[in-house]
């Protein structure tokens, strides 16, 4: 069965510093790999995506992917209030535009 | 990006009826999907609706609970059939994004319906 795992429970940094975020994934096969923050009652709103191996900066985000490991993460920096949400990462496993999502990561930014 | 207008954005409904949610996007897209969020948890793929043809079902979900249309390009519905409070969750549809030359800049999503069944 293909899963996304997002086991870290809620994050909280003060504000200014780093968040980092995890996230594996089973299928070595998977192609394409997202980070959308979702606020509550809200729906979620991409971030960035990621293809390659190595890093995608946008911004104060970066993404890392590692395909050998079956890892991506995702660094928030000089986390500020307004990134208080909670972070999910999804992967296209299959090819054809079908996203899986993990269960999410809160992160509560300190002032 | 895409824009999508779903609606409604809630509802209230009781257990054996029926709800439809509509999704309208601002450019045609090939595949459009619906999505549910159960409370507290993250997002669970129910179904593709391609254009012209019966839309794919994840396992776990069939048509009859959850019949799909896709009359045209830009345009959508997922009817919640013989709901019951199980059901109470938020759906979301979702399109890939292109701009010109057809570059893609992800999966877009709606602004939700948050669906009580009583």
């Known amino acids: 069965q293909k899963e996304v795992e997002q086991n870290s429970g809620p994050l909280s940094v003060p504000e200014g510093a780093i968040a980092s975020l995890n996230c594996t994934y089973s299928d070595r096969g998977s192609q394409s790999f997202f980070w959308y923050r979702q606020y509550s009652g809200k729906s979620p709103e991409l971030i960035m995506f990621i293809y390659s191996n190595g890093d995608k900066e946008d911004g104060r985000f970066t993404a890392q992917l590692n395909k050998a490991s079956q890892y991506v993460s995702l660094l928030i920096r000089d986390s500020q209030p307004s990134d208080s949400a909670t972070y999910l990462c999804?992967?296209?496993?299959?090819?054809?535009?079908?996203?899986?999502f993990g269960k999410g990561n809160q992160v509560v930014v300190i002032p | 990006s895409a824009v999508i207008s779903q609606k409604p954005s809630r509802d209230i409904c009781q257990r054996g009826t029926s709800l439809t949610i509509q999704c309208q996007v601002d450019s045609q897209v090939t595949m459009m999907f619906w999505y549910r969020q159960q409370p507290g948890q993250s997002l669970t793929l129910i179904a593709t609706?391609?254009?012209?043809?019966?839309?794919?079902?994840e396992s776990g979900f069939v048509i009859d609970k959850f019949p799909i249309s896709r009359p045209n390009l830009t345009f959508s519905t997922l009817t919640v059939s013989n709901m019951s409070p199980e059901d109470s969750s938020i759906y979301l549809c979702s399109v890939e994004s292109q701009g010109d030359l057809s570059r893609f800049y992800g999966y877009t999503f709606g602004s939700g319906t948050r669906l009580t069944v009583v």
């Open positions: 609706a391609n254009q012209g043809s019966e839309a794919t079902y």
């Open positions: 999804a992967v296209n496993f299959y090819g054809n535009n079908r996203l899986a």
